[in-house]
């Protein structure tokens, strides 16, 4: 499945060679693992509870990579998205792009994380010292995601 | 008369006090928009956080919809704030 939400870990190797197993046209792989850190807008974090929405979230998933599809030429491309509660160093998300060329891999992985960002319907709430927050959504992906539109392409 | 299946998430959730509910649409709320302002009249918290100026996601049937897409019978519409993964 190119599209998977799961509360387990995940191996970048194992899914990439899955990926790749029984293609020879492939000549760029490229990836992304977005990773959870300890700190967040100015305190600790401990830990990362995320949230989704069963149905729509895989959807969604789907419809940014059959986008990434119609804008570059990919022999295929994964996501794997975590959920759940989890702790600092832990891995949140993967994407992997494979393509003839670099240029296309590299550009479909930034646009794939730049929409899930923006349109997948995930939330992160955070423990800090001082208890439990909502993580707020940010202006600067609202932009990352603002700059794929009108057909510029990286 | 329409009857939804209202679903709502995270933040929103918590603060509103309700994880789903059916909801039988009073003939003037046809639409997403109006689904929000009708809602945001039972006051206290889902005025609050149904206001206008607040930033929030409305999906019918798992697609993100703006004000103005209409609703039909049977349709799942959730409420949520922005989203935050990745």
Redesign the interface.
Known sequence: MPVRVQPEDFDISAEIRALRAGRNDVGAVASFIGVMRDFNEGSGVTELTLEHYPGMTEKALQQILDEAHGRWRLQDALVVHRVGCLRPADQIVLVVALSAHREEALAACAFIMDYLKTRAPFWKKERTPAGERWVESRASDDEAAGRWLGGERP | MATVQM?Y???LREVLGIERERLVLPDDVTTAGELRAWLARRGDAWAVELDPKR?V?I?VN???AGAGQALADGDEV?L???????
């Open positions: 679903l998430f995270a933040r930033q996601r999906a798992h697609d993100l959730a949520f704030p922005p989203v935050t993964g990745g």
